[in-house]
């Protein structure tokens, strides 16, 4: 397969685990109030920490839903035949990781600090310990479709699509989106 080609799917792949993540952490956000209620009382010190999941909580779905609508630009300057594609997908895809990490350190499971094992077990019925697998596995995999995008688009026959525009490269690129849609010129 065309090194542009698979980079581009790799794009997409990260872009949709972001968006993912997005939706995950919307669900537990709209459902927040639902389970802080039915898990009163809460102690002043949980009642501030489940604050502060929820504020992370929003963070990471502005965080996430804007991760995705960048990669979503980035997917679709991925095809386009401009010698300064790569450097511009290499940059985004670096800001995209540098973002990941501020999700890491701003991440709701930072924010819940208990004290014993009781109190831990009460606040994990407001953030779920599936959570946090679904967190990591957004990060690792975002960061793996990165570097792997980057990388092929390193290649020669990436290089020969983008600086020389060569008609007799055995994939000619997108011509159009409908005919991506139709499955031509794969």
């Not at 996430?64 to 401009?82: E, K």
């Not at 109190?119 to 596995?137: D, K, N, R």
């Not at 990060?139 to 980057?150: E, M, Q």
Request: aromatic share 10%.
């Amino acid at each position: 397969m065309h090194p542009v080609r698979v980079a581009f799917w790799l794009v997409i792949s990260a872009m949709v685990l972001t968006a993912a993540q997005a939706a995950v952490a919307a669900w537990l956000l709209v459902r927040f109030d639902a389970r802080y209620t039915s898990g009163a009382p809460w102690t002043l010190d949980e009642n501030l920490q489940l604050r502060a999941v929820e504020d992370r909580l929003a963070v990471m779905l502005v965080l996430f839903a804007g991760l995705s609508l960048l990669l979503a630009g980035v997917a679709t300057a991925v095809p386009r035949r401009s010698p300064h594609t790569r450097l511009v997908v290499s940059v985004a895809l670096l800001l995209v990781a540098d973002a990941l990490l501020l999700g890491v350190v701003f991440s709701p499971d930072s924010a819940l600090l208990a004290d014993s094992e009781a109190q831990e077990a009460h606040l994990q019925t407001m953030l779920p310990l599936w959570y946090s697998g679904v967190h990591a596995t957004v990060f690792c995999g975002v960061i793996v479709a990165s570097v792997l995008a980057v990388l092929r688009l390193g290649r020669e026959p990436a290089a020969d699509y983008y600086q020389w525009h060569d008609p007799a490269a055995s994939w000619r690129g997108f011509t159009s989106w409908l005919d991506v849609a139709r499955g031509r010129n794969m």
